[in-house]
């Protein structure tokens, strides 16, 4: 089993930056590839950044040159740095974990990008 918690979500102003962390306990040895994910209201969830126990990465384009995925901590942590923050960037953020028999997910944090 995998646990995952996702902080950092907040209100920020178009073209601010925040910082989105997941923290895994549990089995993180099984743990093949971590990444965030978003769900805005209507639509379905969708990949933003997944990073692989290699350290090879991959990025939705619509973040590509905004958005920085990294793991730390022996791979407990996965962080997602968000800069030049759009309104279309508003979402609920996940955190998933990519285990070999199943994949798990955080419980999300609020993103809200607004002036």
């Known amino acids: 089993q995998v646990q995952l918690v996702e902080s950092g979500g907040g209100l920020v102003q178009p073209g601010g930056s925040l910082k989105l962390s997941c923290a895994a306990s549990g089995s993180i040895f099984s743990i093949n590839a971590m990444g965030w994910y978003r769900q805005a209201p209507g639509k379905q969830r969708s990949l933003v950044a997944r990073?692989?126990?290699?350290?090879?990465?991959m990025y939705a384009d619509s973040v590509k040159g905004r958005c920085t995925i990294s793991r730390g901590n022996a791979g407990k942590t996965v962080t997602l740095q968000m800069n030049s923050l759009k309104a279309e960037d508003t979402a609920d953020y996940y955190c998933k974990a990519e285990a070999p028999f199943r994949d798990y997910w955080g419980q999300g944090t609020q993103v809200t990008v607004s002036s």
């Open positions: 990073i692989f126990k290699s350290g090879v990465t």
